[in-house]
């Protein structure tokens, strides 16, 4: 059938409107970083680099394992410090960013898997933030499963002004490097720890949804082409095992095996040892011996068309 990708209908197949908000500001973030090389600052490159663990946390550590699939619990204040760095990440708002991804694990690719790679590797990575979702888009339905989120006031601001968030940040650090340096020096800022960094985010985030479903190994065995990807988990902090993921949704740690590194899982139990962290949930290893240094070897570099699967 035509428009139809491994059972599944592509939504290019379907009819769809752009969707113009998102299409225009992921295009302006992504011309911003063409033109970062040129306002070149040591200063923007640790701008760059700290905003990028934070924003970067934001969504893995804050929108991911805490607000989606609640994997632990923190303070309030604790909480809404994590949902503003992932605010920042400019990846829409709390609610918007958990809805799709509690979809995505319910229809996990599927035909309503808003970006699974089986509708196209680019597709998945990110032209479905270029189409209008029609389910988002009903005022009845945009947010029917993440009730639990929408009940709290402050999540809900944060999503409504979302936007303003990264524009705030923007204009803060222009402000700054103006008054340091002049208007050189504040661009260098803005266009590096704004552009430049979101840009990157954006893509780390995107990996996950695309090259997690295509390259890598599995640990479980799960109904989807979730898989283990040791590149994207050391982009991600850690949230490259996706199929570890897949198969333990609500587990804080996704790294189950000793060489499956996981940063986001460090930082939640140091949070849990100053008393910020606690009801962490973890999945247990997978049923295998860890295997020998060869053995290792061979699931972070795979034999080309080999399948590796660890049981």
């Known amino acids: 059938m035509a428009g139809e990708i491994g059972g599944v209908v592509a939504p290019k197949a379907r009819e769809w409107k752009i969707a113009w908000g998102p299409a225009v500001w992921i295009t302006v973030m992504h011309l911003g970083a063409v033109a970062a090389p040129f306002f070149f600052s040591w200063s923007g490159l640790i701008a760059f680099l700290v905003l990028y663990v934070l924003t970067g946390l934001g969504i893995t550590l804050g929108y991911h394992r805490l607000l989606t699939h609640r994997s632990f619990h923190t303070a309030k204040w604790a909480e809404y410090f994590w949902a503003v760095c992932g605010v920042l990440a400019n990846e829409s708002g709390p609610l918007q960013w958990a809805a799709n991804h509690r979809r995505h694990h319910t229809h996990s690719d599927e035909l309503d898997d808003p970006h699974s790679p089986r509708h196209g590797f ?5 032209g479905w933030l270029y189409r209008e979702d029609p389910i988002s888009l009903r005022p009845d339905q ?13 999540l809900v601001f944060m999503q409504r002004y979302h936007w303003a968030f990264p524009l705030l940040l923007a204009a803060t650090l222009f402000g700054v490097g103006f008054a340091v340096d002049g208007l050189t020096f504040g661009l260098s800022l803005v266009l590096w720890g704004v552009f430049v960094r979101t840009v990157w985010v954006y893509h780390v985030t995107w990996l996950v ?9 599995k640990n479980f065995k799960t109904t989807d082409d979730s898989k283990n990807l040791w590149w994207v988990a050391a982009l991600s902090f850690g949230e490259g095992w996706h199929n570890n993921h897949h198969a333990h ?13 996981d940063p986001t899982y460090y930082l939640i139990r140091l949070m849990a040892w100053v008393g910020l962290a606690r009801d962490i949930h973890v999945a247990p290893a997978p049923k295998a011996k ?3 240094r060869k053995s290792v070897w061979r699931i972070l570099w795979p034999k080309k068309g080999r399948r590796m699967v660890r049981r």
Do not use: C, I, M
Request: proline share 5%.
């Open 209 to 217: 949804n695309s090259a997690t479903h295509v390259w890598g190994y």
């Open 142 to 154: 945009g947010f029917y499963n993440v009730k639990d989120l929408v009940r709290d006031p402050v």
């Open 290 to 292: 860890p295997g020998s």
């Open 249 to 261: 949704q609500r587990s804080a740690r996704h790294g189950l095996r000793w060489w499956e590194f």
């Open 122 to 126: 680019w597709w998945s990575h990110f």
